[in-house]
């Protein structure tokens, strides 16, 4: 196992549509365990194969109920809203209150190939969109409103793409 480098804002890999994965190998499984190793390292509750630089549709996870992986993950169904403060290893140091569907329902393939469908929850919930977002090449600046993109952008220009990320805030989850 090993660590990966985590792609940060301005990587042109967050940026764009990850594919659909057609083969579930030994190739794949060890990806998966560096990415839940990077995940933990990071740390973070989850973690999008474009972040480590890998263009396919495929994610980890863990809130605190041990390490889970979607492959070529869908979300069938949302509803309610949720407010909360949101993080992106790939926009390290910076939260923003971010309203989305409390509930989801997501589907996808676990790494014997078998389809599973998993609910999830206000944090669980929140999870699942933000890493999808991931493998559709959107990123957390994008669901903010405008007033805050705004400043959102001015903050990222000079901590984030200059390196390093912010320490204004104590660490809190990212994914
Ligand atoms: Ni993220």
């Given amino acids: 196992m090993s660590l990966l480098p985590i792609r940060t804002y301005g990587d042109p890999v967050l940026r764009s549509r990850a594919k659909e994965i057609e083969d579930?190998?030994?190739?794949?499984?060890?990806l998966v365990e560096d990415m839940i190793e990077t995940m933990y390292d990071a740390p973070g509750?989850?973690?999008?194969?474009?972040?480590?630089?890998?263009?396919?549709?495929?994610?980890?996870?863990?809130?605190?109920?041990?390490?889970?992986?979607?492959?070529?993950?869908?979300?069938?169904?949302?509803?309610?809203?949720?407010?909360?403060?949101?993080?992106?290893?790939?926009?390290?140091?910076?939260?923003?209150?971010?309203t989305r569907p409390k509930d989801v329902l997501i589907v996808g393939i676990d790494l014997e190939g078998n389809e599973v469908e998993v609910e999830g929850s206000e944090l669980l919930g929140r999870v699942f969109q933000h890493e999808f977002d991931h493998l559709e090449g959107v990123l957390l600046v994008e669901r903010l409103d405008e007033d805050q993109r705004k400043k959102a952008m001015k903050i990222i220009r000079t901590e984030v793409v200059k390196g390093g990320g912010s320490m204004m805030r104590p660490p809190k989850e990212q994914e």
Avoid at 51 to 66: A, C, H, K, P, T
Avoid at 82 to 93: A, F, H, N, Q, R
Wanted: hydrophobic share 45%; charged share 25%; glycine share 14%.
């Fill in 24 to 30: 579930i190998d030994g190739k794949l499984a060890a």
């Fill in 45 to 98: 509750v989850g973690l999008a194969a474009p972040q480590v630089g890998v263009d396919r549709r495929l994610f980890v996870y863990d809130i605190g109920e041990g390490p889970k992986v979607l492959v070529n993950p869908e979300i069938k169904e949302s509803s309610g809203e949720w407010v909360y403060e949101e993080g992106c290893l790939s926009v390290p140091g910076l939260w923003w209150p971010i």
